[in-house]
């Protein structure tokens, strides 16, 4: 009989291992050459603690380091504003807005020891359950032993995509055991070749979410693993000029159709981010789990908790375990200082979400009780109720820079005290001249109250069926097939709209654009993590313009580059082209 377990309910002990990674970008860590897995591995809970060691770090890296703020804060789709000193930071955010980073950014060197962390950590572990010989004296079966280097290979592979994205010119890593120093770089080609290995010869070994059953949650399966072999081939052109659109779309049918196990879309917009630790049914194809006690990375304050006002979490949504936000992201604006809309075409995320006004996501988000939640947007004013003399007394959500209430709107400027409808003698609208009424704030996540047994325990979705059924619209559209595109978009966009709906696209796609494919990605996966990489794809991401955003000079921004203090511990590394 197989012996599955759930990844919520071991404390990965590991954890622990993360303090021999602080040095982690060089691969001469003395614990590596030191570690016999013969003597560590004693029993079965030490191959399981041991498989495990890079799971939760994979889990922080989707926000540790500023890894999710550069890749939101350079797109068209978030901001952190200076509002009135608050983010100023040196301008380092702004640096993240305008393409303008440097080397001695700290993003720059955090994103590639974030990656590469995991990478040790992954290869670490694998090469471990390699030395395994007689997995029966460790009560592991062959199979869970075949799984278990399947899933470090997978994860591994994830971690090198990751980094491919971020700087196209990295290391491969294979082994950390007995390694002196640093390997060199290798061409992107080489890395791209290296990952679909990885991932093709990890899928047979996999196994299925229904062969996982309710301990499945943040375990890889043979869909997760094709899943992330088709970003490969849907951003291949990108990484090695050659396109494989069509590989993409093979691989994405086969996941469609349950070659990799079965999935289905979920019926609710919002059910995809309300997947809690037990819950088969869900769309979402690798989720990291989360929970209160334990971790809860997509709730931290360098990801979605800070995408809300000042109070905004308990005051207006109940939610008091963190005490207050610091509003570090807010939506880029769509309209001025008067609410005129802007003339371009990229960005304006939140206007892009009114093309389609019936849309439900448009609704203000509230709480509705027993973990129920509606909208997905803060804005406008946030009305709560405070207690004066033991009477309730009705009021609205101040920021931190005067006594005044808050009108949460889709521009950036100098609102102050002012009224909605008033419109105001500053013109001016920039990432230095901001204040708390600026830019609205997306609520993907549910914040629900204290009270509630199920707050913050959302698993983080880092792969959906969703996503999947987009990749193959585009390749359909790349192909010319606007139907098929219109109608695999169709299948996941109903949900966001009530029966009966006009919103929807025609059958034959005769809506598609290049502009609206590009905006619906926006729509779908607003704040996912991934628009830097899709506005690359697309072919817009240097040359576009959006709110105060110019076109860059060259393409070099397109990757970023390698941080100093990564340059200083390896010489072999060559700094990319650019910097």
Known sequence: MKKYFNLKNIKIAAIAGFAILSGCTKLDEEVYDKVDASAFLQRRDDVIRDFLRPFEHAYWSIQGNDVFAVNEDSSDEFGTYNRQGDWQDGGYYQRMHYHSW?????????????????????????????????????????????????????????????????????????EVKNQTQGGKQVTPQEAFDFIESELKTAIPD????????????????QA???????????????????????????????????????????TRWDAPFDYTNNQLASEVIYGFPSSLARTHWQYDGGMYFFGMTYDAAPLYCGFTDFGRSNPKYALQPGRDVDSVEYTFQLGKPFVKFQRYPDDLRLKLYKNLGNSKREGMFLYGYLPYQRVVNGTNVADTIKGNKGDYPLFIRDGVGMFLNTRPGKRIADKESNMNHA????????????VYPTTDANRITSAYAEIRLSEIYYMLAE???????????????????????????????????????????????GREFLGENRRRT??????????????????????????FPIGRQIMNVNPQLVQNPGY
Not at 240 to 263: L, P, R
Not at 495 to 500: D, G, S
Not at 544 to 559: M, N, V
């Open 224 to 266: 997760g693993a094709a899943a992330i072999l088709a970003r490969l081939y849907l951003n291949a052109k990108v990484y090695t000029g050659t396109d494989k659109f069509a590989e993409c779309a093979v691989v994405c049918q086969e996941i469609i159709e349950g070659k990799y196990g079965a999935y289905a879309l979920d």
């Open 475 to 521: 390749c359909k559209y790349r192909g010319g097939d606007k139907g098929s595109a219109a109608q695999l978009l169709n299948a996941v966009r109903k949900r966001n709209y009530p029966e009966r709906t006009t919103s929807l696209y025609n059958p034959d796609g005769s809506q598609l654009t290049d502009q609206e494919m590009l905006d619906e990605w």
């Open 102 to 174: 440097t080397i001695n950014d700290n993003f720059t060197s955090g994103a590639w020891t974030s990656f590469y962390q995991g990478i040790v950590l992954s290869t670490n572990s694998l090469q471990d359950m390699e030395g395994i010989q007689d997995p029966g004296k460790l009560n592991v079966t062959p199979t869970e032993l075949a799984d278990f280097k399947a899933e470090l290979r997978t994860l591994r592979a994830w971690f090198h995509l990751r980094a491919l994205d971020y700087y196209r010119n990295i290391q491969i890593v294979k």
């Open 206 to 221: 996999l196994p299925t979410r229904a062969t996982l059953g309710v301990n499945g949650i943040g375990r890889w399966t």
């Open 435 to 446: 204040d708390h009424n600026s830019g609205i704030f997306m609520v993907k996540y549910p």
């Open 534 to 559: 899709d506005l690359i794809r697309w072919g817009v991401f240097t040359s576009g313009t959006w709110w105060d955003k110019q076109p860059d000079a060259d393409k070099h921004t397109e990757i």
